[in-house]
C-alpha cells in the first residue's frame, strides 16, 4: 500500500498534484480540508464550528480530524494507497495517524513536501480566491495568518518524518509536469 503525505502551506500545489499522483496510481484522497468542507456544506454542527475555525485562519481539533480520517480509511479498504494532503499539521496528529495506520496494520511510505515562497503562494491563494468563492483564499490578512500557522506549527511535522527516514523536500515552484516528475522519482524510491 502507498501511502502518501503531500505537504506543504496553503497554496503550494497539494491539490494539482493530488489529483496526478490519484490518476497516476488509483489512490483516495484524502484531503481534510475537503472533509471538513463537505462537514459545512451539509450545515452539520461540526462544520459549522469548522467553518468558524477556518474562516479564522486557525485548525479543527485533532480528535475531529483523527476520527474523520479513520472513517474513511474504513469506508475504502481495498485501496491501493492514500493520499494525505492538509493532515498532519502537527507532530501529535503525525504521531496520532502513525498510530491509526498501525492498528489498521498500515504506515505512512513517505512525506514529500512542496516548498513554495510566501510571497508565490499569497499571490496563488488570491487568484484562487478569485475563482473558487473560499473566503479564505480571498482576503490577504486571513492568507498571511495561515501562512504564520503553517510556519509556525505545522513545518516541524517534517522534523517528525525526517526522523523516520520519510521525509523528501521538492521545489514547488515551476510547471505542474516538472513537479510531478520531481514527485514521480521520490515514490520510486518507496518501491
Given at each position: 500500500m502507498l501511502n502518501l503525505v503531500l505537504f506543504g502551506p496553503p497554496g503550494a500545489g497539494k491539490g494539482?498534484?493530488?489529483?496526478?499522483?490519484?490518476?497516476?496510481?488509483?489512490?483516495?484522497?484524502l484531503s481534510t480540508g475537503d472533509l471538513l468542507r463537505g462537514?459545512?456544506?451539509?450545515?452539520?454542527?461540526?462544520?459549522?464550528?469548522?467553518?468558524k475555525l477556518m474562516d479564522d485562519g486557525k485548525l479543527v481539533p485533532d480528535a475531529v480530524v483523527i476520527g474523520m480520517i479513520s472513517n474513511k480509511l474504513d469506508a475504502n479498504k481495498d485501496a491501493k494507497g492514500f493520499i494525505f494532503d492538509?493532515?498532519?499539521?502537527?507532530?501529535?496528529?503525525?504521531?496520532?495517524?502513525?498510530?491509526?495506520?498501525?492498528?489498521?496494520?498500515?504506515?505512512?511510505?513517505?512525506?514529500?513536501?512542496?516548498?513554495?515562497?510566501?510571497?508565490?503562494?499569497?499571490q496563488?491563494?488570491?487568484?484562487?480566491?478569485?475563482s473558487s468563492?473560499?473566503?479564505?483564499?480571498?482576503?490577504?490578512?486571513?492568507i498571511?495568518?495561515?501562512?504564520?500557522?503553517?510556519?509556525?506549527?505545522?513545518?516541524?511535522?517534517a522534523g517528525f518524518y525526517q526522523g523516520q527516514n520519510k521525509y523528501t523536500s521538492i521545489n514547488g515552484i515551476g510547471s505542474v509536469e516538472d513537479i510531478?516528475?520531481?514527485?514521480?522519482?521520490?515514490?520510486?524510491?518507496?518501491?
Open positions: 494539482t498534484q493530488s489529483q496526478k499522483l490519484i490518476e497516476k496510481f488509483g489512490l483516495i484522497h462537514e459545512i456544506t451539509q450545515g452539520t454542527e461540526l462544520g459549522l464550528e469548522a467553518k492538509g493532515f498532519p499539521r502537527t507532530v501529535a496528529q503525525a504521531e496520532a495517524l502513525d498510530s491509526l495506520l498501525s492498528s489498521k496494520q498500515s504506515a505512512i511510505s513517505g512525506m514529500i513536501a512542496l516548498e513554495v515562497t510566501d510571497v508565490e503562494l499569497e496563488r491563494l488570491l487568484l484562487r480566491g478569485k468563492g473560499r473566503p479564505d483564499d480571498a482576503n490577504p490578512e486571513v498571511r495568518k495561515r501562512i504564520k500557522e503553517y510556519n509556525d506549527k505545522t513545518a516541524p511535522v510531478f516528475t520531481s514527485i514521480n522519482t521520490v515514490i520510486d524510491t518507496y518501491k
